[in-house]
């Protein structure tokens, strides 16, 4: 493997885990905090609860397609970049509640974070797959060229 190949690899590897530790710390803040101020036997505290299992459902998803990931990388770029675009949707909404209702000036920038991780993680997946294809089809051509009795020099 390249050393450009082998850091782009390493590279998406890294943002997704980055993002699903983010999903994980989440899920348990939002699940420790859930009755904080209402209780824990109301409606906002099991909603709280609710919302706290989706994240970490979904954290678990992003485990599981990026240790599909590191298995079988060609492979597991389709599932990978859905679980980004899956994050970035997300990630952008969060944001956009976040910031809509308590500004910038309390810390919420930092939830711009997790979708710029799901956008770079996007940008390298789509390199990773362009240099598949660009590979695989000079290999069809290499091929080609042999089947057909004429040799490369």
């Known amino acids: 493997m390249a050393r450009s190949q082998w850091l782009t690899t390493w590279a998406i590897a890294l943002l997704a885990a980055f993002q699903a530790l983010y999903w994980l710390i989440g899920a348990a803040l939002l699940y420790m905090l859930r009755g904080l101020f209402v209780g824990d036997n109301s409606p906002q505290a099991v909603a709280q609860a609710r919302n706290a299992i989706l994240l970490l459902t979904w954290c678990l998803v992003g485990v599981a397609v990026l240790a599909l990931y590191v298995i079988r990388r060609q492979r597991a770029l389709v599932p990978m970049a859905v679980v980004q ?10 944001a956009i509640v976040a910031l809509s209702t308590t500004g910038l000036e309390n810390g919420s920038i930092g939830l711009v974070l997790q979708p710029a991780a799901a956008v770079a993680t996007l940008i390298l997946i789509y390199a990773a797959w362009r240099r598949g294809w660009m590979a695989s089809a000079r290999m ?12 490369q020099v």
């Open 140 to 151: 069809s051509r290499r091929t080609s060229h042999t089947a057909h009795g004429s040799t």
């Open 85 to 94: 675009a899956g994050n970035l949707v997300y990630g952008v909404w969060l």
